[in-house]
Nanobody, 115 residues
Framework: QVQLVESGGGLVQPGGSLRLSCIAS????????MGWHRQAPGKQRELVARITSGGSANYLDSVKGRFTISTDNAKGTAYLQMNSLKPEDTAVYYC?????????WGQGTQVTVSS
């Protein structure tokens, strides 16, 4: 059984920063990519950032230059550093991993940007 456990969400003021972490555990032979989606109330889930095992990253246009995704492949961990946060970044953030021909999801962590 593969599990993804997220942490690091919370309440932050506009312009602030948060760092999300996602740890993959269980019987995993190979992780091809990890990333983050988010879903705000009343909106569709959208891909925020993705990084391959080779280090190639891509981002949602609205977060480029503010968010940075990184991984520690040895630890099966992904990070999302979020700077210059805006109220429109408020959402539940879900970690995912493409591993062993499947996609696994975390339980989600709430990020709220508000003054």
């Amino acid at each position: 059984q593969v599990q993804l456990v997220e942490s690091g969400g919370g309440l932050v003021q506009p312009g602030g920063s948060l760092r999300l972490s996602c740890i993959a555990s269980g019987r995993i032979r190979s992780i091809y990519a990890m990333g983050w989606h988010r879903q705000a109330p009343g909106k569709q889930r959208e891909l925020v950032a993705r990084i391959t095992s080779g280090g190639s990253a891509n981002y949602l246009d609205s977060v480029k230059g503010r968010f940075t995704i990184s991984t520690d492949n040895a630890k099966g961990t992904a990070y999302l550093q979020m700077n210059s946060l805006k109220p429109e970044d408020t959402a539940v953030y879900y970690c995912y991993a493409d591993a062993d021909l499947r996609t696994y999801w975390g339980q989600g962590t709430q990020v709220t940007v508000s003054s």
